[in-house]
């Protein structure tokens, strides 16, 4: 039973309507004979009845099994920079990116939450089901470029990501413009999928 109202309200609500609804009925056909005055509030009384079964939502809501869920979004820095070691080890940045990823995804599948991996330098590159650390040879670093594809191109598909975190070193090798940064904002926000920076390095 799923009512509009509690039942506290809903139910005197719809014995003062019934009540009131039989009564102007009654009173309304009073130049009829008693039969057919009867035969009146008889259906009356029926189509109120079905008024308050209906008010009374018998059914049951269930969630559809077709919604998709919207998934994560990591993007990794694929860009040269990626290859400096920080550490006394010789460990690069795409290291530890590799490592943060493994440790995201392996949340994502404990969660049943859908993941996608996509690298990005210049441009943002195709998503991938794994991420491993490679060399990155990426000469430029264009994150709110990668951002903004990204978001256009899930947009277009009805299922923006729920959250986008993004791993980089943090070096935006090309100025980007005021306007791009307010535009990709709006997209975000409109498309209620918020962005989270990991800090690659020191």
Known sequence: MNPP????????????????GLFFSWRSSRELPVSRRLL?????????????????????WESPKNILQRP??????????????????????????????????????????????HLFDSSLHAAQGEYAATNPIGKETRLADSLTQLLQETGATGNPPAGVIVLSDGRQTISTPASLLAELGLRAKAQQTPVYTLLMGN
């Open 40 to 60: 009146l509030l008889a259906i009356r009384a029926f189509a109120l009845a079905g008024v308050a079964l209906l008010a009374l939502n018998f059914g049951s």
């Open 72 to 117: 994560w979004v990591v993007m990794v820095d694929n860009s040269f920079s990626m290859t400096v070691a920080d550490d006394g080890n010789g460990r690069m940045r795409s290291q530890g990116a590799s490592e943060s990823v493994s440790v995201i995804a392996r949340q994502a599948k404990q969660s049943g939450v859908p993941l996608a991996v």
């Open 5 to 20: 109202l509690s039942l506290p309200v809903l139910v005197p609500l719809l014995v003062c309507v019934i009540a009131a």
